[in-house]
Antibody, heavy 122, light 112 residues
Framework: EVQLLESGGGLVQPGGSLRLSCAAS????????MNWVRQAPGKGLEWVSG????????YHADSVKGRFTISRDNSKNTLYLQMNSLTDEDTAVYYC???????????????WGQGTLVTVSS | SYVLTQPPSVSVAPGKTARITCGGN?????????VHWYQQKPGQAPVLVVY???DRPSGIPERFSGSNSGNTATLTISRVEAGDEADYYC????????????FGGGTKLTVL
């Protein structure tokens, strides 16, 4: 059974930093691209970042480029999202999603974690 | 950037067929590598119900089907049940875009 468990969310002040983690199990982690998708309160889904199965290619949405960094540790089956210079517009539930394929961002999200809430507020 | 347009809401009676559309420029063409559909119930994570236009993940009922042609992709839910009430999102992978996962705005399916 595929399981994705996010952690690391919480309340942070504007300008602050946070590191999200996503622990994966139930599949060969290094064989699939992984992504972060967020959902602001009452809003739709927004893709944030993606990373290929090997970790050699990373992708970030224009809205977070230069502030967020996606990475993965295939030896620990864990995906990360380092978030810096946070603003109130980054307030959202952040989901990690297993890609449909290994390359690029994996085309779409086959499985999703339950999400972790990030609140940016003073 | 590529834009996907969904109706904000669709209503259907139990047992009937619901059709949720997703509009995009030439969405049915080869340059867009398939349309995926997600179901999201309140307080829950999205669940993939159709991928690559018309394939169903294991465990998804046959009542869920997808099609894609021209400028419109469609998610069809046959014999609608009360448990199908949810938000539905379409998504495409735009390989030439800086933001490769493009989501539609979502459609709230209400079962009357």
């Amino acid at each position: 059974e595929v399981q994705l468990l996010e952690s690391g969310g919480g309340l942070v002040q504007p300008g602050g930093s946070l590191r999200l983690s996503c622990a994966a199990s139930g599949f060969t982690f290094s064989s699939y691209a992984m992504n972060w998708v967020r959902q602001a309160p009452g809003k739709g889904l927004e893709w944030v970042s993606g990373i290929s199965g090997s970790g050699g290619s990373t992708y970030h949405a224009d809205s977070v480029k230069g502030r967020f960094t996606i990475s993965r540790d295939n030896s620990k089956n864990t995906l990360y999202l380092q978030m810096n210079s946070l603003t109130d517009e980054d307030t959202a539930v952040y989901y990690c999603a297993k890609g449909l394929a290994a390359g690029g961002t994996g085309r779409g999200g086959e499985y999703w974690g339950q999400g972790t809430l990030v609140t940016v507020s003073s | 950037s590529y834009v996907l347009t969904q109706p904000p809401s669709v209503s259907v009676a139990p047992g009937k067929t619901a059709r949720i559309t997703c509009g995009g420029n030439n969405i049915g063409s080869k340059s867009v590598h398939g349309v995926h559909w997600y179901q999201q119930k309140p307080g829950q994570a999205p669940v993939l119900v159709v991928y690559d236009d018309s394939d169903r993940p294991s465990g998804i009922p046959e009542r869920f089907s997808g099609s894609n042609s021209g400028n419109t992709a469609t998610l069809t839910i046959s014999r609608v049940e009360a448990g199908d009430e949810a938000d539905y999102y379409c998504q495409v992978w735009d390989s030439i875009s800086e933001n490769p996962w493009v989501f539609g705005g979502g459609t709230k399916l209400t079962v009357l």
